[in-house]
């Protein structure tokens, strides 16, 4: 999807995106494969085909860094495939909803296995910028207005210069609202029983029976927990990604090989 995305361009919106592929230009390579196209300027046209050139290299390179900065939040969704080998789903729990409440626990899953990080035991800024180092994309629920944010605030520079899609949105304009795990609920998304009706103040709770009993079970169920919100992000991620592609690309020229 990311190859056929013209809003990476300055000035290209979503209505000239949809024009360029009623007319058969459906991907970086058609575009810059045409000498002229019709309602583009031939000045305006070697601009472009500057831009879209810059963003193939980017690509081809591995150079995530490039779309943080050119692709708008709101497209960001269509990174998902291309970056899914070096994704990173993550969520943290702290003690409160304040940017300045600890982080006790942050969880990274890279879609085949969980990386934990606990404070007290392991949880710094250096093996938090070490594990963020090599990923080319960062998935949450809600991250943009917490996550991300908290984790700044405590461990400055730890999170890297990538596309980060917060679910909350997407999902959103394909019809999910409210929690993480109503929305998983109502997609058939499965939670371990033993975490299934946990909530915030649970974990909050464990916590403090950790911090304060020294309760190893209680960090366990915390630490599963917290996995759990991490894992199920994958679903979520994919459920949107189809039907965001489904409703804007597939619905204008049909289902293609991405």
Wanted: hydrophobic residues 35%; charged residues 30%; positive net charge.
């Amino acid at each position: 999807m990311l190859r056929n995305s013209f809003v990476i361009a300055k000035g290209v919106g979503p209505q000239r995106e949809a024009s360029l592929w009623r007319n058969g230009v459906r991907t970086w390579d058609d575009f810059l494969d045409e000498r002229s196209l019709k309602g583009i300027s031939a000045e305006r046209k070697k601009k472009l085909d500057s831009e879209i050139g810059r963003a193939r290299d980017s690509l081809e390179g591995g150079d995530a860094s490039y779309f943080s900065r050119h692709l708008a939040s709101r497209h960001r969704w269509r990174c998902l495939k291309d970056f899914e080998r070096s994704v990173c789903y993550l969520d943290i729990e702290t003690t409160g909803l304040s940017l300045l409440s600890p982080i006790t626990v942050v969880g990274i899953h890279d879609g085949k296995r969980m990386h934990t990080l606990v404070r007290g035991i392991d949880l710094t800024g250096s093996n938090l910028r070490a594990m963020l180092s090599s990923v080319s994309m960062i998935v949450t629920y809600n991250g943009s207005g917490f996550d991300l944010p908290v984790i700044e605030q405590q461990f400055p520079g730890s999170v890297p210069e990538v596309p980060h899609v917060d679910l909350r949105y997407p999902l959103r304009r394909i019809g999910f609202t409210g929690g993480l795990k109503s929305i998983e609920r109502e997609m058939g998304v499965e939670r371990d029983r033993r975490v299934e009706y946990m909530t915030g103040e649970d974990a909050v709770y464990l916590w403090r029976l950790w911090e304060r009993q020294g309760r190893r079970n209680a960090l366990d169920l915390l630490i599963e927990y917290n996995a759990e919100d991490c894992k199920n992000l994958k679903p979520l991620a994919a459920r949107a990604y189809e039907v965001m592609k489904r409703s804007t690309f597939d619905a204008i020229v049909g289902p293609l090989k991405d």
